[in-house]
């Protein structure tokens, strides 16, 4: 599995983004994709998980202005109400049936100025 991760850029307090991670190779071993965000010198946080049946889980800093979706190969996160606290290299990543993980993206930068 092979994923690649767009969309970041920079957009005021308030503003919208959405994040794509396109996956290719056995997409077919994947059961569900996750949102992680690394800021430098912290530590990767997962911010949210959609599996195969359309399940959601988000974290509590981005629930209610984050939303993760799926179409087929396509991954999404959609952001809203974004605050420099968003401010993140955005990766997604692959996890497998048995919950492990298949594949990185190379990570997308979302930055939010005040």
């Known amino acids: 599995v092979q994923l690649q991760a767009s969309g970041g850029g920079l957009v005021q307090s308030g503003g919208s983004l959405r994040l794509s991670c396109a996956a290719s190779?056995?997409?077919?071993?994947?059961?569900?994709i996750m949102w992680h965000r690394q800021v430098p010198g912290k530590q990767r946080e997962m911010v949210a998980v959609i599996d195969n049946e359309g399940a959601t889980n988000y974290a509590d800093s981005v629930k209610g202005r984050f939303i993760v979706s799926r179409d087929n190969a396509m991954g999404y996160l959609q952001m809203s109400g974004l605050t420099p606290a968003d401010t993140a290299v955005y990766y997604c990543?692959?996890?497998?049936?048995?919950?492990?993980?298949?594949?990185w993206g190379q990570g997308t930068l979302v930055t939010v100025s005040s």
């Open positions: 990543n692959a996890r497998s049936y048995y919950g492990t993980s298949l594949a």
């Open positions: 190779g056995s997409v077919a071993s994947i059961r569900s």
